[in-house]
């Protein structure tokens, strides 16, 4: 088991890196150019900069059983297709359940914005409730697959 991260954007590198060291678990943050990570505790992988160029990247190093963490839906799609775990940085799991609607929904979004060329609402601040949440799916995703 590995964790592998679409370190772009993600909010909980941290708490990801504190949770991997403590089960001693192999991390892997995969970036693009633009961002930088400070820390000696994961592996991270630097792609160029390029639409699902760091997408791709995580998805050809997953392997059944890793756990992935993204807030993109197809990736998460493409890492349950390969029989590894998906969590959302704010504490829930994609699951073969899920998938699907929540790609249904990723697509009419898409679709009403590109007819309306309107932006979506403001997305909420992060809170330290959505932190914890994380945090308790990663440790329990670990400790029941590991």
């Not at 190093?61 to 993204?70: E, M, R």
């Not at 309306?116 to 400790?143: C, M, V």
Request: net charge positive; aromatic share 6%; with cysteine.
């Amino acid at each position: 088991m590995r964790i592998l991260v679409d370190a772009d954007g993600c909010p909980v590198k941290d708490i990801i890196i504190k949770v991997a060291k403590e089960y001693k678990i192999k991390v892997i943050m995969i970036k693009n150019i633009f961002h930088e990570i400070k820390d000696d505790y994961p592996e991270i992988i630097t792609v160029d900069q390029g639409r699902d160029v760091a997408d791709l990247a995580l998805i050809n190093l997953t392997k059944a059983g890793d756990i992935v963490i993204t807030q993109d839906y197809g990736v998460a799609a493409m890492a349950l297709g390969k029989k590894a775990y998906a969590l959302h940085h704010n504490g829930w799991e994609y699951t073969e359940r899920n998938i699907e609607e929540l790609l249904m929904k990723r697509h009419v979004g898409q679709e009403m914005r590109r007819k309306h060329k309107k932006h979506s609402a403001k997305i909420p601040k992060r809170g330290k409730k959505e932190d914890e949440e994380f945090e308790k799916k990663l440790r329990e995703t670990i400790e029941v697959n590991q």
